[in-house]
Protein backbone atom coordinates (compact mmCIF):
# COMPACT_ATOMS: atom_id res chain seq x y z
CA UNK A 1 0.00 0.00 0.00
CA UNK A 2 2.74 2.52 1.23
CA UNK A 3 4.18 1.62 -2.21
CA UNK A 4 1.24 2.12 -4.43
CA UNK A 5 0.68 5.79 -2.71
CA UNK A 6 4.21 6.92 -2.99
CA UNK A 7 3.86 5.92 -7.34
CA UNK A 8 0.50 7.67 -7.24
CA UNK A 9 2.14 10.52 -5.50
CA UNK A 10 5.34 10.60 -7.91
CA UNK A 11 3.05 10.40 -10.97
CA UNK A 12 1.08 13.52 -9.77
CA UNK A 13 3.83 15.39 -9.05
CA UNK A 14 5.09 14.99 -12.71
CA UNK A 15 2.10 15.44 -13.93
CA UNK A 16 1.69 18.46 -12.25
CA UNK A 17 5.24 19.45 -12.97
CA UNK A 18 4.73 19.02 -16.78
CA UNK A 19 1.60 21.03 -16.50
CA UNK A 20 3.33 24.13 -15.86
CA UNK A 21 6.81 23.54 -18.04
CA UNK A 22 7.97 26.54 -19.93
CA UNK A 23 9.48 26.95 -22.87
CA UNK A 24 13.35 27.60 -22.71
CA UNK A 25 15.84 29.20 -24.54
CA UNK A 26 19.48 27.47 -24.91
CA UNK A 27 22.06 29.28 -27.03
CA UNK A 28 23.81 27.37 -29.72
CA UNK A 29 26.49 29.42 -31.15
CA UNK A 30 27.54 32.81 -32.51
CA UNK A 31 29.78 34.14 -35.06
CA UNK A 32 31.49 37.83 -35.90
CA UNK A 33 29.46 40.15 -38.13
CA UNK A 34 28.21 43.58 -38.42
CA UNK A 35 24.99 45.14 -39.63
CA UNK A 36 21.72 47.13 -39.46
CA UNK A 37 18.82 44.04 -39.68
CA UNK A 38 17.99 40.92 -39.80
CA UNK A 39 16.01 38.42 -41.28
CA UNK A 40 15.23 34.69 -41.51
CA UNK A 41 13.42 33.17 -44.78
CA UNK A 42 11.09 29.63 -44.53
CA UNK A 43 14.53 27.71 -45.21
CA UNK A 44 16.95 28.87 -42.75
CA UNK A 45 18.58 31.47 -44.42
CA UNK A 46 19.74 34.80 -42.59
CA UNK A 47 19.91 37.54 -44.29
CA UNK A 48 21.93 40.58 -43.28
CA UNK A 49 21.45 44.34 -44.18
CA UNK A 50 24.22 46.79 -43.97
CA UNK A 51 23.14 50.09 -45.28
CA UNK A 52 23.41 49.57 -48.97
CA UNK A 53 24.71 45.89 -49.52
CA UNK A 54 22.06 43.01 -48.44
CA UNK A 55 24.02 39.73 -47.77
CA UNK A 56 22.57 35.94 -47.59
CA UNK A 57 24.22 33.92 -44.67
CA UNK A 58 23.60 30.36 -43.81
CA UNK A 59 22.69 29.12 -40.00
CA UNK A 60 26.87 28.70 -39.38
CA UNK A 61 27.77 32.39 -40.50
CA UNK A 62 29.28 31.56 -43.95
CA UNK A 63 28.47 34.41 -46.41
CA UNK A 64 26.78 32.27 -49.44
CA UNK A 65 25.64 35.67 -51.30
CA UNK A 66 26.00 39.43 -51.55
CA UNK A 67 24.77 42.04 -53.35
CA UNK A 68 26.09 46.08 -53.08
CA UNK A 69 24.43 46.79 -56.82
CA UNK A 70 20.74 47.37 -56.11
CA UNK A 71 21.79 51.26 -56.12
CA UNK A 72 18.90 52.99 -54.70
CA UNK A 73 20.03 54.05 -51.41
CA UNK A 74 20.31 52.35 -47.91
CA UNK A 75 17.82 49.85 -47.42
CA UNK A 76 14.98 50.02 -45.02
CA UNK A 77 13.65 46.35 -44.94
CA UNK A 78 13.42 43.20 -46.14
CA UNK A 79 10.44 40.76 -46.10
CA UNK A 80 11.76 37.32 -46.15
CA UNK A 81 8.74 35.64 -45.77
CA UNK A 82 8.77 34.07 -49.31
CA UNK A 83 12.49 33.38 -50.13
CA UNK A 84 11.54 32.96 -53.93
CA UNK A 85 10.36 36.99 -53.97
CA UNK A 86 11.14 39.28 -51.21
CA UNK A 87 10.57 42.92 -51.51
CA UNK A 88 13.77 44.93 -50.69
CA UNK A 89 12.35 48.84 -49.22
CA UNK A 90 13.95 51.94 -49.94
CA UNK A 91 11.83 54.21 -47.90
CA UNK A 92 13.52 57.10 -49.33
CA UNK A 93 12.77 57.16 -52.74
CA UNK A 94 9.41 54.56 -51.70
CA UNK A 95 10.70 52.11 -54.33
CA UNK A 96 11.11 48.62 -54.21
CA UNK A 97 12.66 45.97 -55.58
CA UNK A 98 12.28 42.32 -55.50
CA UNK A 99 15.34 39.38 -54.90
CA UNK A 100 15.22 35.76 -54.81
CA UNK A 101 16.90 33.26 -51.86
CA UNK A 102 20.14 34.39 -53.85
CA UNK A 103 19.25 37.62 -53.32
CA UNK A 104 19.37 38.64 -57.57
CA UNK A 105 16.84 41.07 -58.48
CA UNK A 106 13.84 40.09 -60.07
CA UNK A 107 11.76 42.24 -62.52
CA UNK A 108 12.22 45.90 -62.75
CA UNK A 109 12.23 48.04 -59.66
CA UNK A 110 8.53 48.86 -58.19
CA UNK A 111 8.06 53.05 -58.23
CA UNK A 112 5.58 53.63 -55.58
CA UNK A 113 6.33 57.24 -55.70
CA UNK A 114 5.37 57.24 -59.50
CA UNK A 115 2.19 55.15 -58.85
CA UNK A 116 1.29 58.20 -56.25
CA UNK A 117 2.36 56.75 -52.74
CA UNK A 118 5.45 58.75 -52.60
CA UNK A 119 5.64 59.10 -48.93
CA UNK A 120 4.87 55.25 -48.70
CA UNK A 121 6.33 54.25 -44.74
CA UNK A 122 6.12 50.27 -44.67
CA UNK A 123 5.58 47.15 -46.89
CA UNK A 124 5.44 43.41 -46.92
CA UNK A 125 4.56 40.72 -48.79
CA UNK A 126 1.23 39.23 -49.10
CA UNK A 127 -0.64 36.45 -50.33
CA UNK A 128 -0.70 35.70 -54.34
CA UNK A 129 2.32 37.95 -54.85
CA UNK A 130 0.77 40.56 -53.82
CA UNK A 131 1.99 43.96 -51.52
CA UNK A 132 0.91 45.47 -48.33
CA UNK A 133 1.86 49.23 -48.04
CA UNK A 134 1.07 51.80 -44.99
CA UNK A 135 0.50 55.28 -46.56
CA UNK A 136 1.32 57.53 -43.53
CA UNK A 137 -0.60 60.49 -45.53
CA UNK A 138 -3.62 58.88 -45.44
CA UNK A 139 -3.31 56.74 -42.32
CA UNK A 140 -4.64 53.97 -44.05
CA UNK A 141 -3.22 50.04 -45.20
CA UNK A 142 -3.60 49.32 -48.95
CA UNK A 143 -3.04 46.33 -50.83
CA UNK A 144 -2.03 46.15 -54.11
CA UNK A 145 -2.16 43.05 -56.46
CA UNK A 146 0.65 41.43 -58.32
CA UNK A 147 -0.20 43.63 -61.37
CA UNK A 148 0.71 46.47 -58.65
CA UNK A 149 -3.09 47.40 -58.41
CA UNK A 150 -5.39 48.76 -55.52
CA UNK A 151 -7.02 45.15 -54.21
CA UNK A 152 -7.89 46.40 -50.59
CA UNK A 153 -7.67 49.27 -48.56
CA UNK A 154 -8.14 50.38 -44.78
CA UNK A 155 -9.36 53.47 -44.94
CA UNK A 156 -8.34 56.08 -42.60
CA UNK A 157 -7.10 54.12 -39.25
CA UNK A 158 -6.67 57.28 -36.90
CA UNK A 159 -10.74 57.84 -37.43
CA UNK A 160 -11.30 53.75 -37.30
CA UNK A 161 -9.45 53.15 -34.65
CA UNK A 162 -9.56 56.66 -32.75
CA UNK A 163 -6.02 56.75 -31.99
CA UNK A 164 -2.73 58.24 -33.39
CA UNK A 165 -1.44 55.75 -36.14
CA UNK A 166 2.30 55.46 -36.00
CA UNK A 167 3.29 51.66 -37.07
CA UNK A 168 6.84 50.42 -37.03
CA UNK A 169 6.62 46.95 -38.69
CA UNK A 170 4.19 45.25 -40.28
CA UNK A 171 4.19 41.53 -41.82
CA UNK A 172 1.42 39.26 -43.14
CA UNK A 173 0.86 35.55 -41.82
CA UNK A 174 -1.41 33.48 -43.28
CA UNK A 175 -4.80 35.07 -43.03
CA UNK A 176 -3.79 38.35 -40.81
CA UNK A 177 -1.98 40.87 -41.36
CA UNK A 178 0.44 42.48 -38.23
CA UNK A 179 1.21 45.96 -37.44
CA UNK A 180 3.24 47.16 -34.43
CA UNK A 181 2.40 50.47 -32.70
CA UNK A 182 4.90 50.43 -30.19
CA UNK A 183 2.73 53.68 -28.05
CA UNK A 184 -0.80 51.23 -28.79
CA UNK A 185 0.38 47.63 -29.14
CA UNK A 186 0.47 44.62 -31.69
CA UNK A 187 -2.55 45.28 -34.43
CA UNK A 188 -4.42 42.33 -36.25
CA UNK A 189 -6.49 42.57 -39.42
CA UNK A 190 -7.44 39.88 -41.73
CA UNK A 191 -5.84 39.20 -44.67
CA UNK A 192 -8.49 41.95 -46.70
CA UNK A 193 -7.57 44.77 -44.69
CA UNK A 194 -10.55 44.93 -41.54
CA UNK A 195 -9.79 45.73 -38.34
CA UNK A 196 -9.78 42.29 -35.84
CA UNK A 197 -8.30 43.39 -32.49
CA UNK A 198 -5.09 44.74 -30.35
CA UNK A 199 -2.96 43.19 -28.60
CA UNK A 200 -2.20 45.08 -25.06
CA UNK A 201 1.50 44.91 -25.29
CA UNK A 202 3.34 48.39 -25.82
CA UNK A 203 6.78 49.61 -27.06
CA UNK A 204 6.57 46.40 -29.54
CA UNK A 205 9.24 47.72 -32.67
CA UNK A 206 9.80 44.60 -34.21
CA UNK A 207 8.08 41.11 -33.84
CA UNK A 208 8.77 38.21 -35.68
CA UNK A 209 5.59 35.17 -37.17
CA UNK A 210 6.54 31.50 -36.66
CA UNK A 211 3.82 28.84 -35.96
CA UNK A 212 1.20 30.73 -35.12
CA UNK A 213 3.14 32.83 -32.65
CA UNK A 214 3.71 36.40 -33.04
CA UNK A 215 7.44 36.95 -30.91
CA UNK A 216 9.26 40.44 -29.65
CA UNK A 217 12.11 40.99 -27.53
CA UNK A 218 11.83 43.05 -24.12
CA UNK A 219 14.89 43.22 -21.64
CA UNK A 220 14.37 40.64 -19.66
CA UNK A 221 12.92 38.23 -22.27
CA UNK A 222 11.04 36.67 -25.28
CA UNK A 223 7.25 37.58 -25.13
CA UNK A 224 4.95 36.07 -27.51
CA UNK A 225 1.37 36.24 -28.71
CA UNK A 226 -0.09 32.79 -30.00
CA UNK A 227 -2.79 33.56 -32.60
CA UNK A 228 -4.33 30.33 -32.52
CA UNK A 229 -5.38 30.04 -28.65
CA UNK A 230 -5.52 34.17 -28.14
CA UNK A 231 -2.88 34.29 -25.07
CA UNK A 232 0.01 35.45 -24.28
CA UNK A 233 3.38 33.73 -22.92
CA UNK A 234 6.99 34.83 -21.67
CA UNK A 235 10.39 33.39 -21.90
CA UNK A 236 12.30 34.50 -18.98
CA UNK A 237 15.42 35.60 -20.82
CA UNK A 238 18.66 37.76 -20.26
CA UNK A 239 18.50 39.50 -24.08
CA UNK A 240 21.16 41.90 -23.30
CA UNK A 241 21.63 44.69 -25.43
CA UNK A 242 21.42 43.98 -29.39
CA UNK A 243 19.99 45.75 -32.75
CA UNK A 244 17.56 42.75 -34.33
CA UNK A 245 15.97 39.59 -34.46
CA UNK A 246 14.80 37.14 -36.11
CA UNK A 247 12.91 33.55 -36.06
CA UNK A 248 12.85 30.83 -38.11
CA UNK A 249 11.17 27.29 -37.02
CA UNK A 250 13.18 26.77 -33.40
CA UNK A 251 16.32 29.32 -34.36
CA UNK A 252 16.39 32.52 -32.78
CA UNK A 253 18.67 34.89 -34.06
CA UNK A 254 20.01 37.96 -32.15
CA UNK A 255 22.07 40.70 -33.76
CA UNK A 256 24.70 42.50 -31.65
CA UNK A 257 26.68 45.08 -32.08
CA UNK A 258 29.54 42.74 -33.60
CA UNK A 259 27.95 39.73 -33.63
CA UNK A 260 25.11 36.95 -34.36
CA UNK A 261 23.65 34.77 -31.31
CA UNK A 262 22.07 31.79 -32.43
CA UNK A 263 19.60 30.34 -29.95
CA UNK A 264 17.12 27.11 -29.95
CA UNK A 265 13.46 28.09 -28.53
CA UNK A 266 12.85 24.39 -26.75
CA UNK A 267 8.86 23.79 -26.19
CA UNK A 268 7.51 22.31 -22.97
Sequence with gaps: ?????SNTILIYLLSFSSLFAQDTIRFSHSFPIKGDFIELDNIGNIYLVKGQKLLSLNIDGKVTY????????????????NALKMPVFFRDLSQVVYVDNKIGQIGERVQ??????????????????????YDPFAFEL??????????????????????????????????????????EGILIFDRFGTYIKTVPVKGVKRFQIRSDRIYYLEDDGLGYYDLKFSTLGYLNWEVGPHKSFAVWN????????????VYHIIER
Design 1 to 5: MKFLH
Design 112 to 133: LDVAGFPLTYLVCTSYNNGLWM
Design 142 to 183: IRLSEQFQIASRTGNLNQILGVPIEPEYMREYNNFLVLALPE
Design 66 to 81: ENSNLALGEITSLDAS
Design 250 to 261: DVLAVLRENRID
